[in-house]
């Protein structure tokens, strides 16, 4: 069974940073692109970061320069470490893993709150 389990939201004043973790199991982690999605409420999902196994990254312009994504295969854990937090990036946040093969999982999102 696959589980993705987020970890790491809260509540953060603008300009504070948080890291958000996702530790998969039961799938081959290394083979597979991570991705961070975000949704704030009345909007679409969007994806925010993502991180190939050949280690490309890509990331939403809204984040960029403010936003890592990272990973780390011996524990089958993606992190976001997002920083100068804006109350704009208020959403919850999933993790989402994806493969050649066009499988797809994801957790079941943390929250992640900006404000003063």
């Known amino acids: 069974q696959v589980q993705l389990v987020e970890s790491g939201g809260g509540l953060v004043q603008p300009g504070g940073s948080l890291r958000l973790s996702c530790a998969a199991s039961g799938l081959a982690f290394s083979l597979y692109a991570m991705y961070w999605y975000r949704q704030a409420p009345g909007k679409q999902r969007e994806m925010v970061a993502m991180l190939t196994n050949a280690g490309t990254t890509n990331y939403v312009d809204s984040a960029k320069g403010r936003f890592t994504i990272s990973r780390d295969n011996a524990k089958n854990t993606v992190y976001l470490q997002m920083n100068s937090l804006k109350p704009e990036d208020t959403a919850v946040y999933y993790c989402?893993?994806?493969?050649?093969?066009?499988?797809?999982?994801w957790g079941q999102g943390t929250q992640v709150t900006v404000s003063s």
């Open positions: 989402n893993a994806y493969n050649a093969a066009g499988t797809d999982y």
